[in-house]
């Protein structure tokens, strides 16, 4: 089931399957700037992440001495939400632990997802809360994937909120490399990184440690379109490998996937977040339509 919610500026579409985003209209030029889900490039739109964001080595985790089977970017994508409360431009969804969630991910939780409208922008709220006796350990992350020109992706720039060269962690078969040997070094120019087929050769580009707060999409003329704003400590880049694929990703995360030469248990994964019983993780990020 589909909701509305909408201001002078914007009009959203939100599904209760996935708490996904289904829609960024914007009414004063009737253009929609989020993708709206061709299988031939992307079946997807702007997928939440949880409980885990990117690829487990080998499909799996161990907690307690139990291996648990897990696909990539958890679950609660492909799961209905409920929706909790609605108002003329915000809404909440609520998806709590269950027998089904359970077999395969061990801790009792409360995952909610909001949206709010701000004149022209979308604030994107999670909360996250630990409804069970021991330590619950989760990552969580955005999947957005916004419209470029047809045809014209490869004219378009990403713009970043810094002019130092940024770091790529990249990824090896769908994990982090051990050393940053698969893209490694980004350079910009003045801040502008032009969009190319070939950033995307070994699949996302993935800036973790703060790089970088913003993202700007920009066509040809470098005038930013959709501003991501994001306090998290990743962020992951990423359109198919493929010509003239009419979107690209900005994707704030608070986890990644594994390591090539991880071997630990759940409790040791790399930039996971942990709860202790009653506790509550909040967070959010936004999205400028220019």
């Known amino acids: 089931m589909n909701t509305s919610i909408e201001n002078e500026n914007l009009k959203l579409e939100i599904s209760t399957f996935g708490a996904e985003l289904q829609k960024i209209e ?5 253009k929609n700037y989020l993708w709206h889900g061709d299988k031939a490039f992307w079946g997807r739109r702007a997928p939440v992440l949880f409980p885990f964001v990117g690829a487990l080595k080998n499909k799996e985790y161990c907690y307690h001495d139990k291996v648990y089977q897990m696909g990539q970017h958890g679950f609660a994508r492909d799961m209905e939400f ?50 069970g006796a021991q330590t619950m350990y989760f990552s969580i992350g955005a999947h957005p994937a916004f419209c470029v020109p047809a045809e014209q992706r490869e ?3 990403l713009k970043f909120d810094t002019v130092n060269s940024l770091i790529n962690t990249g990824l090896e078969n769908g994990l982090a490399p051990v050393k940053n040997e698969v893209n490694g070094k980004i350079d910009l120019e003045n801040g502008y990184l032009k969009i190319a087929p070939e950033l ?9 440690n703060h790089q970088v707060q913003e993202i700007s999409l920009c066509l040809s003329d470098k005038k930013p379109y959709v501003t991501v704003k994001f306090d998290t400590p990743l962020v992951g880049i990423w ?14 995360w608070y986890g990644r996937c594994d390591s090539v030469d991880f071997e630990g ?3 040791e994964r790399k930039w996971q977040q942990e709860l202790k019983l009653g506790e509550k993780f ?9």
């Open 26 to 30: 914007n009414k004063k030029n009737g």
């Open 82 to 131: 409920e929706l909790l409360e609605k108002t003329e431009n915000g809404c909440w969804y609520v998806l709590n632990s269950n027998a089904e969630t359970l077999e395969k991910y061990p801790f009792e939780f409360c995952l909610k997802i909001g949206y709010e409208l701000q004149e022209n922008k979308i604030k994107v709220m999670w909360k996250v809360e630990n409804q």
């Open 155 to 157: 004219e378009c720039y």
């Open 200 to 208: 995307f050769k070994q699949d996302a580009l993935i800036l973790e």
């Open 239 to 252: 359109s198919p490998y493929k010509e003239n694929c009419p979107f690209v990703c900005i994707e704030p």
């Open 265 to 267: 248990d759940l409790e």
């Open 282 to 290: 909040e967070a959010e990020y936004g999205i400028l339509v220019e």
